[in-house]
Nanobody, 117 residues
């Protein structure tokens, strides 16, 4: 079955950096667009942060992420990454890896990122 497992979250000071990782299995990873979403507060809708096409040739970023975050992928390792630089307190959220495959939406369990001094 499809599994997405995130890692790399934690507590970081404003201006710091984190690299999130998502390990994927159970589907044809190299053929799939992969995305990162985040939920900034319980009950709030998840918002798109970044996406990357199957071969990695194109990327999309939310305005809040442009210039600070970089999404990348390794199709051999079946991994997708989110490098986050110049982090701000408003980046505090649970970050989720996301894939849409065979008509279904799949989410990882999420990894908490807290930006605070």
């Amino acid at each position: 079955q499809v599994q997405l497992v995130e890692s790399g979250g934690g507590l970081v000071q404003p201006g710091g950096s984190l690299r999130l990782s998502c390990s994927a299995s159970g589907f044809t990873f190299s053929s799939n667009v992969m995305s990162w979403y985040r939920r900034q507060a319980p009950g709030k809708e998840r918002e798109s942060v970044a996406s990357i096409t199957s071969a990695g040739g194109s990327t999309y970023y939310a305005d809040s992420a442009k210039g600070r975050f970089t999404i990348s992928r390794d199709n051999v390792k079946k991994m997708v990454y989110l490098q986050m630089n110049s982090l701000k307190p408003e980046d505090t959220a649970v970050y989720y890896c996301y894939a849409y495959y065979n008509g279904y939406r799949y989410w990882g369990q999420g990894t908490q990122v807290t930006v605070s001094s």
